[in-house]
Nanobody
Framework: VQLQASGGGLVQRGGSLRLSCAAS????????LAWFRQAPGKEREGVAC????????YYADSVKGRFTISTDNAKNTFSLQMNGLEPEDTALYYC???????????????????WGRGTQVTVSS
């Protein structure tokens, strides 16, 4: 399993970015997918997650209504569209996957087996 995240950058408050995670080596249908972020001095937190059974979606309260997670099975990628960015969204963003989590969806970093390298998102005020 390999994951490669891209799309980070510097944006002003209120701007948008789209992160993409190029995946290889596994079948999307069997895996839960997620985006996490980690700001300096803070714990890694789940931003958006997709379960592998009913494809249920979880969003952290802080990003609901602004961020959208999606998949493109044909291209083996999943993305995070981020709108209305705030300085508080500044962090290193990671994509991650895990096969068949017990609950069907996983929202905690410790539940994920495979991680891509982070991509930096910086939002200026």
């Amino acid at each position: 399993v390999q994951l490669q995240a891209s799309g980070g950058g510097l944006v002003q408050r209120g701007g948008s970015l789209r992160l993409s995670c190029a995946a290889s080596g596994f079948n999307f249908d069997d895996y839960a997918l997620a985006w996490f972020r980690q700001a300096p001095g803070k714990e890694r937190e789940g931003v958006a997650c997709i379960g592998n059974r009913e494809r249920e979606i979880y969003y952290a309260d802080s990003v609901k209504g602004r961020f959208t997670i999606s998949t493109d099975n044909a291209k083996n990628t999943f993305s995070l569209q981020m709108n209305g960015l705030e300085p508080e969204d500044t962090a290193l963003y990671y994509c991650a996957v895990v096969k068949n989590p017990l609950a069907g969806i996983a929202t905690m970093p410790g539940e994920y087996r495979y991680w891509g390298r982070g991509t930096q998102v910086t939002v200026s005020s």
